[in-house]
């Protein structure tokens, strides 16, 4: 089964388009997201066909805060619904099986609270399944900066993304409440909490004065519906602390700022 490898990164609106361009080269990634980017998308797109000596393509798109460049022909990567945060295309690509791929930027905690959060999950999820029974499948891979943890009731209440850290509990298809099912969401990114891999226990660090902290964040996310769980691999994942001999942290794990973003990149591969 042919694999596509994504790349995601919150770039925080700095001008990262060697990185990007030189983060897409060392994993052959097939389809980069980018978030907050500032940078005229010509000089992402240039730097990455000149790094990585293919041609990549920026397709059209509605979206303010979501950038996306591919080395797919445009196409194949076509935009179902976009608003200013939220972008939905489907990837139909050759004797392939077609998906739909949702990248997000949504709203910080600085701008909402908790529970706003939770009401826009339930707004996309709604989004989300309506796109689905428009193209006929559920098989959909959703990525992007949610500003919210895995364990937040946004992500993991029924009536908003309905996201689980467990395979075998997302095979079951839906979750049933009050006789109403609701669709699953796989998210993998639960095992990437804590410092048994390394000092970087997350893909963002906060350090708030307040009595409440987690400090270490995974606001950037990916997530599968079922179908395309068991064509994902955990290993496959990865919170990038490195490109090639530059670091995207400082000795104490947390993100460097001044070489690359507050947020780190997440790279992944699919079967589909």
Known sequence: ?????????????????????????????????????????????DALNRTTGTDFRIPV??????????????????????????????????????????????????????????????????RIEIEEKKAGHSRTILVGDFNMNPFESG????????????????SRGTRTVQGREYPFFYNPMWSHFGDARSATAGSYFYDASQ?????????????????????FHPSQLSIVRAIGRLSLVRPNGRPDKQKGSDHLPLVFEVEF
């Open 1 to 45: 089964m042919p694999i596509t490898k994504f790349l995601f990164w919150n770039i925080n609106r700095r001008p990262l388009a060697g990185l990007v361009a030189e983060l897409a080269e060392i994993h052959r990634v097939d389809v980069v997201i980018l978030a907050e980017c500032d940078t005229d998308p010509a000089i992402i797109l």
């Open 61 to 126: 798109s509605f979206c303010e805060r979501i950038v996306t460049f591919t080395r797919f022909s445009t196409e194949f990567l076509r935009p179902e619904f976009e608003n200013e945060r939220v972008s939905i295309r489907r990837l139909v690509l050759p004797d392939r099986l077609p998906v739909l791929l949702a990248a997000v930027h949504l709203l910080s905690k600085r701008s909402w609270s908790g529970e706003s959060q939770g009401f826009e999950c339930v707004e996309l999820a709604d």
């Open 155 to 170: 992500l993991v209440s029924s009536i908003g993304l309905n996201s689980v850290m467990s395979r075998q509990v997302a």
């Open 211 to 231: 009595h409440v902290s987690y400090y270490w964040n995974i606001f950037d996310q990916v997530m599968l519906r079922p179908e395309l769980a068991d064509r």
